[in-house]
């Protein structure tokens, strides 16, 4: 089989159904897809595991914060890699950030160790299971967590900023 994004969406649709696999776009033609907390670690396993994919590397998997998307405002993004086919995929879960917990990946890819870590300590998503779930990058008792849009860019009680200098 040749590894077309049309290919491996109709082959995953087909193992996990269309009611876990939705959304399927491909920017810069990297299939990109999104899934549910309950289907994530089996779907890559699964693409671990197919002996035609042979999907083995995980690029990159990073916490995103989109405050205005309600029920929706986190979002775990994984990249993963087929270095056999050169075939690349991304899978989002998105969660609210009243529930923001997933499942570990470091049963099955050793450097999600880290990867999850960044994105507890950024975004405060808490992985089950994983072996030693602390700060990575911020001190322990840091009582917040950084990349979350909680807070504006700029301080709104300044009076000493003309905007015309600021480009507004």
Known sequence: MELTNENVLGKIIE?????????????DGIMTFQTNRETIIPLIQYLYDDTELQVRFLTT???IHYPEQKDKELCMMYQLHSLRHNYRLRIKVYFPATDPVMPTLTNLYATANWMEREAYDFYGIVFTGHPNLIRILNVEDMEYHPMLKQYPLEDQTREDKIDTFFGR
């Open 61 to 63: 998997m990073a916490g």
């Open 15 to 27: 193992q996990f159904g269309i009611d876990n696999i939705w959304d399927a776009v491909n920017p």
